[in-house]
């Protein structure tokens, strides 16, 4: 069975840093490309960007681009996702997933002073 | 970026009936493969989204035939036949043929 587990989520101050982990199970997950998607508080879904299966490309939202950077660690088969220079705009719930077709539970991102 | 465009809003459906949800491309979502990236997602209150349909018309895995996907170039629907409990939630369509890649912004399918 296909598991996405994320972790990583807190409460962080506007300015700061933040590294989401994404530890995934049940596949060869060195495989596939992956991705990471947002949902904001009562609405839609955001596509972040994704990473090849050897962490060599990527692609990114103009909206988080130079502030979000992914990376995969193969061996562990774990996907990142470093967060820096964090906005209140970026307060959402964090979800990797497989080209859409399997997603992770989530994990709660919240920017605040 | 493209616009993805879902009407309605929302919908208030009784079990067994049957619905239509539209979804409307800024762009042609035709690749230069010839293929058309256009897929539908269900969010179920308080679970993840997951993949119904993709690339237009082909139900993923496990997903019954009481769900179609029509549509070409801009132009999509999404269809219901014979509602069950189990398919309410927010209906998404996104597109992954052009960066960056974008969702509609939902339709909520509820009891009514």
């Known amino acids: 069975e296909v598991q996405l587990v994320e972790s990583g989520g807190s409460l962080v101050q506007p300015g700061g840093s933040l590294k989401l982990s994404c530890v995934a199970s049940g596949f060869t997950f060195s495989n596939y490309w992956m991705d990471w998607v947002r949902q904001t508080p009562g609405k839609s879904l955001e596509w972040i960007g994704e990473?090849?299966?050897?962490?060599?490309?990527?692609n990114y939202a103009p909206s988080i681009k130079d502030r979000f950077t992914i990376s995969r660690d193969n061996a562990k088969s774990t996907l990142y996702l470093q967060m820096s220079n964090v906005k209140s705009d970026d307060t959402a719930i964090y979800y990797c997933n497989i080209l859409f077709v399997y997603w992770g539970q989530g994990t709660l991102v919240t920017v605040s002073s | 970026d493209v616009v993805m465009t879902q009407t309605p809003p929302s919908l208030s459906v009784a079990i067994g009936q049957s619905v239509s949800i539209s979804c409307k491309s800024s762009q042609s979502l035709v690749y230069s493969d010839g293929k058309t990236y256009l897929h539908w997602l269900l969010q179920s209150p308080g679970r993840s989204p997951k993949r119904l349909i993709y690339?237009?018309?082909n139900l993923g895995s496990g997903v019954p035939d009481r769900f179609s996907g029509t549509g070409s170039q801009k132009d999509f629907t999404l269809k219901i036949s014979r509602v069950e409990a189990e398919d309410l939630g927010v209906y998404y369509c996104?597109?992954?043929?052009?960066?960056?890649?974008?969702f509609g912004a939902g339709t909520k399918l509820e009891l009514k």
């Open positions: 996104a597109q992954t043929t052009h960066f960056p890649y974008t």
């Open positions: 990473i090849n299966t050897d962490g060599s490309k990527t």
């Open positions: 690339q237009v018309s």
